[in-house]
């Protein structure tokens, strides 16, 4: 199927979807006299089967008072994320950071500022 033929199919469904949700009739758009939609009388009845299956929802006061509120009042940025992780994960922070000083300092006090060389070596490979 070429992009146009693609994009009029999607029109067509858009058609009838619309047309059903506004209550309108549609059989002026189902018209199979010019043969152009006749691919489409499937879509059509699996379109209006949607249509009476599914029904919208209304949510009860209830939750949409806590959806409201959770979403107005949640925080934010780095410091809220922070103070939502568990503790065990706070600790392995700590200690990591700790860890990280404690070699910088060494090597600050033990005079190894300068890195080390890596000298390379031949290897032997096999031709």
């Known amino acids: ?9 999607q029109d ?9 949700q506004q209550g ?4 002026p758009l189902v018209d199979l006299s010019d043969g152009a939609h006749e691919e489409f009388v499937d879509l059509v009845s ?3 089967d949607l249509r009476d299956t ?8 209830e939750f949409a008072t806590h959806l409201k509120t959770q979403l107005l009042e949640s925080e934010a940025g780095l410091a809220a994320r922070l103070r939502k992780m568990p503790a065990r994960l706070h600790v392995a922070a700590i200690l990591a ?9 060494s090597r600050r006090l033990f005079g190894a500022s300068a890195a080390q060389e890596i000298s390379e070596e031949p290897v ?3 031709l």
Do not use: R, W, Y
């Not at 067509?12 to 059903?20: E, K, P, R, S, W």
């Not at 599914?54 to 006061?61: D, K, T």
């Open 1 to 9: 199927m070429d992009s146009h033929a693609d994009a009029k199919a």
């Open 97 to 105: 950071l700790f860890a990280g000083f404690s070699l910088l300092l």
């Open 24 to 27: 309108n009739s549609i059989d």
């Open 12 to 20: 067509f469904v858009d058609d009838i979807t619309g047309a059903l």
């Open 124 to 126: 032997a490979t096999a």
């Open 54 to 61: 599914l029904l919208p929802v209304e949510p009860s006061a």
């Open 46 to 48: 699996v379109i209006q």
